[in-house]
């Protein structure tokens, strides 16, 4: 039986298919359908659809109440591929692949598509953002040759594992993005309404921001307007305190009657400008609030939202997000999940022995070699990870090599790789490109903030010691060699993610559960009460099988922490 199929589109809206062989090229004729879901439908035999971008075909499928169980996604694919042979920033779309391939000139990539509130899929979109159609024949032979490069990696099969995850990350991407997060608009205005109190006309602030604001200029003696940084720190600077931000670390501790209402406004001036009316408005739709998730969407593997703020929702927002009637939330959230993945990854003995525990993780580590000091442990293995390696991380860091020296070499041989510009790779084969900085086209991303230089931080190595190709260009060394420490990690965490959600949507093939929200270690199931109880258990054995799948045998274990709740903020 042939379980490989190569789908794609066509001007008119109808599809090419064909049977794949061994070698990726097609095994029999090219079929012409002139409906997408019915040709997919009427083979259920095929047990992997391999096509460019399944942004351009999921959405279609889905909307007809096509379920996809595996894909390949050319276009992604191709993404890690050039990473992984030191050419990431090269063009990564199928028609760019195709032209390398054949040694002719290499079209950019088309514009990313902005977001927009209450976007639709890229079935909608307008056809100056999409790449046009490509040929079945150009396609497969893109694959094929994909297949061979596969081949040629220095893990081939850990690569090739992290090319299907990838893929079935964004299957649940485009699923998610369908069904929604539950979101009750009443609740979310009653909240708002609490927080800063009634609207006036003209689409100024609210009250309690208009109240807050009069506050700091009273507390300076003349007016200022607490949304302006500049005018704050002119009003500080004239007031005798010399500040360089308004961020709140560094205003909170100053002696002056503007910080407390200042530091309230600005909380709240961030819900209103973030999640207030205007964004209740444009974002929720039927009871759903619909971001768009982009699976892959850092270099670290990281999801990003494109649009909506889904990453950063405030936890007194949360309120909001509440079930459907009869129906709950399970919010799992990964324990430990860094340090666990640095226990796989680095095959220390001795954190390896603590990982695979449920147990307080940073308790263990600081009765071995912390005295029992839990937040010195938990700062040692976070400045491990993060690159906190002066003053007191240096010492930390010095306690933890003597107990556990290999996980300490893993982190400490990828920071020293990255000063060197060598290439660096997650356990699957995932690779960190030249210093990049992240967020230019206004996606959001969920996790560790940058750096104040941007430098960043990362994750992902396997011992590669290849150079970068051409185009590399340095930038600091020590900055460089933070974000290559952490991307081992990170990154790693990243490719467990992903086979951990392509396990749980199999669980919940059968049910009527829905997965509807993800972001690096927390998962949200949208279920009916009674299904609850299987979908905790679903997320458990999930874990288990994506530590397997993706680190091998290991007594590493990354629990979850479950809670089945009506409402998100009851999570916590």
């Known amino acids: 039986m042939v379980d490989r199929w190569v789908l794609a589109p066509v001007e008119d809206g109808g599809v090419e298919l064909a049977a794949l062989g061994p070698d990726g090229l097609p095994a029999g004729p090219v079929l012409r359908e002139a409906d997408l879901s019915r040709a997919v439908r009427e083979r259920p035999e095929v047990t992997r659809w391999v096509w460019r971008s399944t942004a351009e075909v999921y959405p279609r499928l889905l909307a007809t109440g096509v379920r996809v169980e595996r894909c390949y996604d050319v276009e992604d694919a191709e993404t890690l591929l050039l990473g992984h042979e030191g050419r990431y920033g090269e063009p990564r779309s199928a028609a760019a692949a195709l032209a390398r391939l054949r040694g002719g000139p290499v079209p950019p990539d088309p514009p990313q598509r902005s977001a927009a509130p209450g976007a639709q899929s890229s079935l909608f979109e307008p056809q100056s953002v999409r790449s046009a159609p490509m040929p079945l024949a150009d396609l497969a032979e893109v694959y094929a040759e994909q297949q061979q490069r596969h081949d040629r990696a220095g893990h ?29 608009a009443e609740v979310h205005r009653a909240v708002l309404h609490d927080l800063l109190g009634e609207r006036y006309a003209g689409g100024g602030e609210p009250r309690r921001l208009v109240e807050l604001a009069e506050e700091v200029s009273a507390a300076f003696g003349h007016r200022v307007r607490p949304d302006l940084p500049a005018d704050v720190i002119r009003a500080f600077g004239r007031a005798g305190i010399r500040i360089r931000s308004t961020r709140r670390w560094e205003i909170e501790s100053l002696d002056h009657p503007a910080v407390k209402p200042l530091i309230e406004y600005k909380k709240l001036y961030r819900i209103w400008v973030a999640h207030g009316w205007s964004w209740l408005q444009d974002w929720v739709r039927e009871g759903r609030f619909r971001p768009e998730f982009l699976a892959h969407g850092t270099v670290t593997g990281r999801w990003v939202t494109n649009g909506g703020g889904a990453l950063q929702i405030p936890k007194v927002i949360r309120r909001a997000v509440v079930a459907d009637p009869g129906w709950r939330l399970v919010v799992a959230d990964a324990a430990q999940m860094e340090p666990r993945v640095l226990a796989a990854i680095s095959r220390d003995p001795g954190l390896m022995e603590v990982a695979g525990r449920e147990t307080d993780l940073y308790q263990s580590v600081s009765d071995r070699a912390f005295s029992g000091d839990r937040d010195q442990a938990k700062i040692a293995v976070l400045g491990a990870v993060y690159g ?36 660096v790779r997650t356990w699957l084969g995932r690779t ?9 086209d206004g996606t959001e991303e969920a996790g560790i903030p940058l750096d104040e230089d941007d430098s960043g931080t990362g994750g992902g190595s396997g011992g590669a010691a290849e150079q970068w190709g051409p185009g590399y260009a340095s930038t600091d060394a020590r900055a460089r060699g933070r974000f290559a420490r952490n991307f081992v990690v990170q990154g790693s965490a990243a490719d467990w993610t992903l086979l951990l959600l392509a396990a749980l949507r199999r669980s919940c093939a059968d049910m009527a559960a829905e997965l509807v929200f993800f972001q690096h270690d927390e998962v949200i199931v949208h279920c009916p009460r009674e299904e609850a109880e299987a979908v905790v258990a679903a997320i458990r054995e999930a874990s288990d099988l994506a530590a397997r799948l993706t680190f091998g045998e290991t007594p590493v274990r990354i629990p979850f922490t479950t809670a089945v709740v009506e409402c998100y903020a009851d999570a916590k």
Not at 161 to 183: C, D, K, Q, Y
Not at 410 to 417: F, G, L, Q
């Open 156 to 184: 081939p099969d850990r690569m090739r594992l992290l090319t299907a995850a990838e893929s079935a990350g964004m299957l649940v991407a485009a699923e998610m993005n369908r069904a929604g997060l539950p979101w009750s």
């Open 388 to 423: 906190q390696t002066s003053g007191d991380g240096l010492k930390n860091l010095a306690a933890l090599r003597r107990r556990f020296p290999r996980a300490v070499a893993y982190v400490d041989d990828a920071a020293r790789a990255g000063e060197e510009g060598r290439l």
């Open 432 to 440: 960190c490109p030249p210093a990049v900085r992240t967020g230019d």
